[in-house]
């Protein structure tokens, strides 16, 4: 369903109807005043609400579609379906935009539910297929959105010219806001300490230092954006450029903002888009240049991600950085497959493994694997499915010790298998399991079946 475009409607001073005199009506004449419309009401009679209400023109009449003269905005809010039709039928004619309550086959526009922290509104839209889940969100909204961004809003329009004139440069004025925004400027502005927090503002408009550049080496978890951190959120959403894996889910790069350069060094066995060491020197020199950037891994970024190379160069290059853990892959499929990695009576331990080819031979400490009451966690084992096998069978495994393939975990389109481990190699043919899957091997295999959650 096409939710429409989201717009704010500049209404002061402007003609508006409402036609219908009930309590709904009643609170469509709210909106619309709080909007400092001028407001008439057509209705052959008005509710005790709208009745005592001294800032409206009341018509006591049927509706006709010469009461559209002169009106910029319509809303239909009667009991009758046949009126509510006709005043749809009547203010499309004329290219007027109209409302109908609960009838959204008859709009041209629908009001969105609101959160209002004057001057900043939030408006919670559906397209009018759902309007009580729009208001409960509004309602959740509204238990964590503090009544202080008002005062902050007044202090960055008090602002808004002098940081204009100073910083005549579009993106470094923007870095300067989002630095007043993120520390304490703003934290003492939201508690109601206006003096001191404009005072603050002045001091660093006054003395700025060159803009430094920054890199997030950020964890974007196994692929449902659910699972990312509130902290990585918002760095994705400072970011003015970001560097990607091939195994970062779209859903994820959806989260950055919308303007931020978008920069694929996705890397695959045998092809090497970019090599890690380029990699590196890229973000060294974009944090150079003075830009916020992004480094978004799949699933954790210490964990088979390489995060610590990286980060060494950047502290080697004096370049400031942060590292935001993700839910690595292990850990967010195993539980989105109804798989404990750990049991009491089936697996004591769990070691993660790569499954990275080098010169066709895995380099593991296979006696170390081939242990009693313990889980492997593979990683990157779809195209050592063989050599894996082989492996650990050769070192002692019970060819029939469970084992699970979970591609594309935690997503949408998460698919899993389960088979001896003897049939590993097979089944990753059977079912043509591609990247990124991830494959889980010991008894807690068995408890898929009355714990799969998810199925």
Not at 170 to 188: C, H, M, N, T
Request: charged share 20%; hydrophobic share 45%.
């Amino acid at each position: 369903m096409n939710a429409g475009l989201a717009v704010f409607l500049q209404l002061e001073g402007q003609p508006c109807l409402v036609v219908g005199g009930g309590q709904v009506a009643a609170r469509k004449v709210e909106r619309l005043l709080e909007a400092a419309a001028r407001v008439t009401v057509v209705a052959p009679q008005l509710c005790p609400e709208l009745a005592e209400h001294s800032h409206i023109q009341h018509r006591a009449e049927c509706f006709q579609p010469a009461h559209l003269e002169s009106v910029r905005l319509v809303v239909a809010a009667t009991s009758d379906a046949a009126v509510n039709r006709a005043v749809s039928v009547a203010a499309q004619a004329r290219g007027l935009p109209v409302n109908v309550v609960d009838s959204p086959e008859l709009c041209t526009f629908t009001l969105p539910a609101v959160v209002t922290r004057a001057p900043i509104q939030i408006a919670i839209g559906t397209g009018g297929a759902a309007p009580l889940l729009a208001r409960t969100l509004r309602t959740r909204i509204e238990t964590w959105l503090p009544a202080g961004y008002s005062l902050l809003a007044a202090l960055l329009a008090r602002y808004r010219g002098q940081v204009s004139e100073r910083i005549t440069d579009p993106d470094k004025r923007r870095r300067f806001w989002e630095q007043v925004l993120d520390g304490s400027i703003a934290e003492l502005a939201v508690s109601g300490q206006e003096q001191a927090a404009a005072q603050q503002l002045e001091a660093m408009l006054q003395h700025r230092e060159p803009m430094r550049g920054e890199v997030y080496l950020v964890g974007g978890g196994p692929g449902d954006p659910d699972l990312l951190s509130f902290r990585a959120l918002r760095l994705m959403q400072r970011a003015e450029v970001v560097i990607h894996d091939r195994l970062v889910a779209p859903a994820l790069l959806n989260l950055v903002r919308r303007d931020a350069e978008r920069i694929h060094v996705g890397k695959q066995q045998g092809c090497h888009t970019i090599p890690q060491a380029e990699i590196n020197q890229l973000m060294i020199k974009l944090a150079g240049q003075g830009r916020r950037v992004l480094r978004l891994k799949g699933g954790d970024p210490f964990i088979f991600g390489r995060g610590g190379e990286e980060i060494a160069d950047l502290a080697a290059h004096h370049i400031p950085f942060q590292v935001v853990p993700g839910i690595t892959a292990a850990s967010g499929c195993a539980c989105y497959a109804g798989i404990p990695l750990t049991h009491r009576d089936y697996a004591h331990t769990c070691i993660f493994v790569t499954g990275h080819i080098k010169d066709d031979t895995l380099n593991l400490n296979w006696q170390t694997l081939v242990q009693p009451l313990q889980t492997l966690a593979v990683y990157m084992g779809v195209g050592a499915a063989q050599i894996l096998t082989t492996g650990l069978l050769k070192h002692g495994m019970d060819p029939t010790t469970p084992a699970a393939v979970i591609e594309h975990g935690t997503t949408p389109r998460q698919r899993v298998y389960t088979a001896p481990l003897q049939q590993l190699p097979e089944l990753v043919k059977t079912h043509d399991i591609k990247p990124p899957s991830l494959f889980i091997i010991g008894k807690v295999v068995t408890l898929r079946s009355q714990l799969a959650w998810r199925d």
